[in-house]
């Protein structure tokens, strides 16, 4: 499975005006003190502390790409964990693909596999199992299954509601797209 994932992008701090200001704030924070943050980006910690105080409001271009870089560094990790925890608890995923999806359904019913484009907003409890999953380093088969049953339940089975003995088997994917 080669999924393409989209990152749960959020404007770092310090995006708009006094940006410097605002993202040396932020380092201070991230690192404990002005020392750690003029380690990092290789100043002395009495330009960071006038950066910090709006004494000094324009950096030389390298040193504001260095303060720039530092707190997207930080800042999207953050972002990305406040997301699936949303996802994980009350917003499920959106999976969309395009794949091969088969059937083990009573004789009588068609279980000719077929290509399907399918876009489907899966509850909080298949974001739950698949992110521990993947932080368990799962495979990409245990992957696959999770994202199957949850197609199989909410799309197939409708929640339930119809085709009870239904199985269904999802390979030759020909894309992946998770959103959450």
Known sequence: MNPRRRRAVRAPPGSGNPARQVQIGY???????AKAVAQELGVT???????????????????????????RQRWQPTVRKRRQQQAATTGGITVETRARFGYTAPIGTTDDGRFRRLTVHLPPEYAQRLFDARDAGAGDQQMRDIVAEGLQEIYFKDGGSRAQDLEVAFTDIDYFDVSF
């Open 27 to 33: 380092l201070i924070r991230q690192l404990g003190s």
């Open 45 to 71: 910690a009495d330009s960071v502390n006038r950066y910090r105080r709006g004494a000094r409001k324009h950096a030389r271009a390298d040193v504001a790409a260095k303060i720039n870089d530092a707190a």
